[in-house]
């Protein structure tokens, strides 16, 4: 596994580009646990100084200091992202895997109430979410949520996959070598569908960190957890744009892009090395 | 050379090396698919080239064609064409542009019919696409001479206004070879287009490769891993073993009297209705492109294998009029 | 009096294709009835071009496939009947077409053999699995030491399936459904998996059915045959005797468009004629 990490490395310049973006990201995350004031704590420092000397990014008109603030509301965005993605493709893959092995009437039933969730209104069921928890709406309810809608695409695309899988002769040879259907979903036919969900996993990512953005900048989840969504509120509430406050809003956004963009390549190259055909193949080991 | 004291041949290949390679997390690796194959063939003849999965075969074949994309690469020597005096040298520094040359001078029948058929048009636009720009002629000539070409290898007409999908796999095959022979090309390039078919199917399909290589004069080049076909089809035979040429000559003669110990397996081992003799079969398996065994590649699974084997590698030399072999047990004068 | 290994009686498999307005019904398997192994283990070949129904036969017999109508009977007990799943692979096993997709190309091959060794032949541990499997990959012209930790693509075609026949062995069986084991192994290594067959009838007493379109490796094999052509047999009997002397139309043409190697020796001299 080491050795795999390193080669890649060493190697694949994608996934060295991917590990630095995601890595500096991480770190500014990280950061946040040294940070001098609480995120919420406002009036803090001087409002409205542009970026300099001692506070890098400058300060907001709310007198907090945009760096540490940043350190925090990042941390709360990769969790975020992190947990939405974790739940829904535990979901997809359960029920892309069953479905398409199983076949028959299981398989129907599955897929008519992913078909279900496939043609919800995200954006409306989100906003009603949001009115009917009102108070008690946290980021975790939220990612709750939105890891229950999120999960069909992905689990029509599995399934399809499983399909395939479940015709290829291997499966036969697993069925007839005992191996019972728990055993053949998670060591024969996971390992094809790990690809798949790598990358869906940066899309989802994306698709609810992106979500997540535009619920806050409307106002309708918890501002007072800061994160990416929520800073960018507060400049807008703020109309921090208008006031020529630009690095309220460029910071937020800028790292956000850090992010997909690091995502993105480790999605690609890591695709690769999924398959030990290609691994074993080309380097001959 | 069946032909007696033949023009010169319509495809020379000369000592070709074709290898894949790959140079990747630091290590580099070259797999030797075509290695110092020299083989040529002559006009109105039909080459057979037998052989084994990985044994070169599709990749030489490929190199024929000029098909060649990376890691796949063209290391050293020639393939020249002779188009009716017209002479073209692929892999040389004047290269000619290869689209002047497909279907009018160079075609393909291939396993997989559905490759050349488009499987959203009807068949009369696949004929469209590739044969009307060198059948110089309107199309509503153009599409005469399509249906009489089409008669003479009985098929109906009507075939043009079907979609592939609406045809049966051997009347597909027979369309695309249709397509192949069309405009009447010098040299034709068959990669194992029989193979998928079924026995009775795949009898008529290559009594109508014979019928139309005849009635044009075309030279064919036919691959397939089945001795069988290759006994009723092709007028000589090559034999190719882990990327080299290791046997040619006349398909009769090698298969009364072959001279490889390989080729004298593959005979051996063929069943045949009628013959219940117990047949014996080859221990080991082909060796690795990548890593070549050392001499012979042979050796390894050899019953005939002497100590030269091991070290040095044969060379083709004649044992008969047209009849080259690899190997140095059956070349008179080297044994040891 | 004993009951036969495998018994078919008027097996039919219908498949419905489209809606249930506008599709119709193809009857991929109509009326098949044969008997495998009543006196003593033989190798029994169904010959059939594609679209005979064969390889639907094939999965019946496995029992992942159920009849449409009539029976099939393993030992005199109705598959469809089955309880015991696992019971039943311990006596009858597969061989598939493409030995490169018999094991999955992400795994090591020697895991499915220790996994049959623990559930079919009681081995607890991971010596026991890997002595079983050695001992049935020595009945192949293998050993473990060849083949542990191998990924697929590290072995050959004529390997694999050696291997295939081996963790089919592993279990014991008292039958082996091989479906066309041969059509794409290399031509040099095709003769081993075929002589292996004839070996595990003689040595080891196990009835296969051999499933194929290749008639002359039939002839050179099997103890019976079916000819099967849409769905239904055309012709049954003994091996040699009907495919040296076919009755039926089909049985004939299929015959006659078998190619013959010695086609060419015998018309040296000229360019070989095909009728």
Not at chain 2, 190 to 199: I, Q, R
């Amino acid at each position: 596994m080491w050795q795999v990490l390193r080669d890649l490395l060493r190697y694949n310049r994608e996934f060295a580009v991917g590990v630095f973006l995601l890595s500096f990201v991480i770190l500014i995350a990280a950061l946040s646990f040294l940070a001098p004031h609480s995120p919420l704590d406002s009036y803090v420092v001087p409002p409205d100084l542009p970026p300099g000397w001692p506070y890098v990014l400058g300060t907001n008109s709310r007198g907090q200091d945009v760096f540490w603030q940043l350190t925090c509301a990042i941390r709360n965005t990769l969790l975020f992202g992190f947990a939405v993605a974790l739940i829904s493709r535990v979901l997809s893959l359960v029920i892309g895997l069953i479905a398409g092995y199983a076949g028959g009437w299981v398989d129907r039933a599955l897929m008519s109430v992913n078909d279900t969730f496939i043609v919800i209104p995200l954006f409306p069921i989100l906003v009603l979410f949001y009115f009917v928890m009102r108070d008690r709406m946290s980021w975790m309810t939220l990612a709750l949520a939105m890891a229950f809608l999120g999960w069909s695409y992905d689990a029509r695309l599995i399934r399809s996959v499983a399909l395939s899988l479940r015709a290829r002769e291997f499966t036969e040879t697993s069925i007839f070598s005992g191996m019972s259907m728990r055993q053949i979903l998670i060591q024969e036919h996971l390992p094809y569908v790990l690809p798949i969900v790598f990358s869906t996993t940066m899309n989802n990512i994306n698709w609810s960190i992106g979500l997540e953005v535009t619920l806050s900048v409307l106002g309708f989840t918890d501002i007072n957890t800061p994160t990416i969504g929520v800073m960018i509120y507060w400049a807008n509430q703020h109309t921090a744009l208008v006031a020529g406050i630009w690095w309220w809003i460029f910071f937020p956004v800028a790292l956000v892009v850090v992010t997909f963009i690091g995502l993105f390549l480790l999605a690609v190259s890591m695709n690769e090395y999924i398959d030990p055909r290609s691994r074993l193949g080309r380097v001959g080991a | 050379m069946s032909e007696g004291a033949a023009p010169a041949p319509v495809l020379t290949v000369t000592a070709l090396r074709a290898y894949y390679q790959t140079r990747l997390f630091g290590i580099d690796r070259d797999v030797r698919a075509v290695d110092n194959v020299t083989l040529h063939v002559n006009a109105n003849e039909i080459y057979g080239l037998a052989g084994e999965s990985s044994c070169g075969k599709t990749t030489l074949i490929k190199t024929i064609a000029g098909a060649i994309r990376p890691p796949l690469k063209v290391q050293g020597g020639s393939v020249e064409f002779n188009f009716h005096g017209r002479r073209v040298s692929l892999y040389d520094k004047n290269a000619p542009d290869l689209a002047d040359i497909r279907w009018r001078h160079l075609s393909y029948i291939m396993q997989g019919s559905m490759s050349v058929l488009n499987p959203l048009r009807r068949v009369r636009n696949s004929f469209v696409d590739f044969a009307f720009r060198h059948i110089h002629k309107p199309m509503a000539e153009f599409l005469d001479t399509v249906r009489a070409h089409l008669l003479r290898l009985h098929l109906q007409p009507e075939v043009l206004d079907a979609y592939p999908h609406e045809l049966s796999g051997g009347m597909r095959q027979r369309v695309a070879i249709a397509l192949a022979t069309v405009c009447r090309p010098e040299f034709i390039i068959a990669d194992e287009p029989t193979t998928a078919l079924d026995v009775i199917v795949q009898k008529g399909v290559l009594t109508m490769i014979r019928e139309v290589q005849r009635e044009i004069g075309s030279s064919l080049i036919f691959v397939t891993h089945d001795m069988a076909v290759h006994a009723n089809l092709c007028d000589r035979l090559g034999v190719m073993y882990a990327g080299r040429l290791v046997e040619e000559g006349p398909t009769a003669e090698i298969l009364r009297e072959p001279r490889h110990p390989y080729t004298a397996h593959l005979i051996a081992s063929l069943p045949r209705i009628g013959d219940v003799a117990p047949k014996k079969a080859l221990e080991g398996t082909p060796p690795s492109l990548a890593d070549p065994p050392l001499g012979c590649r042979f050796h390894p699974r050899c019953p005939l294998a002497m100590d030269i084997c091991k070290r040095e590698n044969p060379q083709m030399e004649w044992v008969g009029p047209v009849h080259r072999v690899a190997c140095f047990a059956a070349q008179p004068g080297k044994r040891q | 009096m004993t009951a036969p290994l495998l018994e078919l009686s008027d097996v039919a498999k219908v498949y419905s294709i489209g809606g249930a307005l506008f599709g119709h019904r193809l009857r991929a398997v109509d009326g098949i009835s044969f008997e495998v192994g009543r006196d003593g283990p033989e190798i029994f070949a169904i010959i059939g071009e594609s679209g005979s129904g064969k390889t639907t036969l094939a999965r019946m017999i496995l029992n992942t496939a159920q009849p449409s109508a009539g029976k099939i009977l393993f030992r005199g007990a109705d598959l469809a009947g089955m309880r015991d799943r696992l019971g039943f692979m311990r006596q009858v096993q597969p061989i598939f077409q493409n030995p490169f997709e018999a094991f999955n190309p992400l795994k090591r091959v020697d895991r499915y053999l220790y996994m049959t060794a623990r559930r079919f032949a009681g081995a607890a541990t991971q010596a026991e699995a890997g002595d079983h499997a050695d001992r049935a990959l020595r009945k192949v012209g293998l050993s473990l030491a060849e083949i542990r930790g191998r990924f697929p693509h590290e072995l050959s075609g004529g390997q694999l399936q050696r291997v295939a026949i081996a963790r089919a062995l592993i279990a014991s069986p008292a039958l082996i459904v091989a479906d066309e084991p041969v059509s794409m192994v290399d031509a040099s290594l095709r003769m081993s998996i075929v002589n292996l067959f004839k070996t595990l009838r003689d040595d080891l007493g196990v009835s296969i059915v051999y499933i194929t379109h290749d008639l002359a490796t039939a002839y050179y094999i099997s103890d019976r045959i079916v000819i099967m052509r849409k769905g239904r047999a055309v012709e049954a009997g003994p091996a040699r005797a009907i495919l040296d002397n076919p009755q039926h139309p089909y049985s004939i043409e299929l015959k006659n468009a078998v190619l013959s190697p010695d086609a060419a020796a015998r018309l040296y001299g000229n360019r070989p004629i095909m009728e």
